[in-house]
C-alpha cells in the first residue's frame, strides 16, 4: 500500500522513508491512540512546514521569473550596446567628413568673398554697360560681337573684375 505525504500529498511506497523525496517532511507515523495534544502538536507543526514550504516555493518561483525578466533585459541591453557601437560609428564617421569639410573651408570662404565683391561692384558694371550700349552707334546690336572695337572694350571693363 502506497502511503502519501500529509503536506504534498506525494505518495511514496517505501516504508522505510524517513523524509518526503518531495518536500522533506519528516514522515513521522503517529499512532491513532496516540494523545489529542501530541496530534494536536503534530498537525500545528504539519501547518507551520506547510506554510513555510509554500513561501518557499512562492520565493522560488519569483526567482525563476526575475531571473527571465533579467535574462531579457541583458538580451535587450546587448541590443542596444550593438545599436550605440553603430551610431557612434557613424558618428565617427560624420565627424571626418566634418573635419576634412572644415579643412576645405578657407578656400570656399575666399570664392564667397569673391562672389561678394562682385556683388557689391554689379551695380557699378551694369551702369558701365548701360553707360556703353547707350555710346554705341545706332543700329548697333550688342549680341554682335564681331564689332571688335566694342569687344575689346567689354573685354577692358571685365577685365577690371
Ligand atoms: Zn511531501
Known amino acids: ?4 505525504c500529509p503536506v504534498c ?11 518526503c523525496p ?10 491513532s491512540d496516540s494523545s489529542d495534544s501530541l496530534k ?3 498537525e500545528k507543526k504539519r501547518i507551520v512546514f506547510e506554510n513555510a514550504l509554500n513561501d518557499l516555493r512562492d520565493a522560488e518561483r519569483t526567482i525563476k521569473e526575475k531571473a527571465v525578466a533579467t535574462a531579457k533585459l541583458e538580451k535587450d541591453k ?19 567628413e566634418w573635419e576634412e569639410l572644415n579643412q ?12 561678394e565683391k562682385l556683388e557689391k561692384e554689379l551695380p ?4 558701365e554697360i548701360t553707360q556703353l550700349t547707350n555710346s554705341l552707334p545706332d543700329g ?4 554682335d560681337l564681331n564689332d571688335l572695337e566694342s569687344l575689346t572694350e567689354l573685354n577692358r571693363i571685365f577685365s577690371q573684375y
Open 124 to 127: 557699378k558694371i551694369i551702369q
Open 1 to 4: 500500500m502506497n502511503n502519501k
Open 104 to 115: 576645405k573651408t578657407p578656400v570656399n570662404n575666399e570664392r564667397l568673398r569673391e562672389l
Open 78 to 96: 546587448k541590443q542596444l550596446l550593438t545599436e550605440i557601437e553603430k551610431i557612434e560609428g557613424e558618428i565617427d564617421k560624420l565627424k571626418k
Open 22 to 31: 518531495e518536500c522533506c517532511w519528516e514522515l513521522v507515523f503517529i499512532p
Open 40 to 42: 494536536a502538536w503534530f
Open 140 to 143: 548697333f546690336n550688342l549680341t
Open 9 to 19: 500529498d506525494t505518495e511514496y511506497s517505501q516504508a522505510d522513508l524517513q523524509f
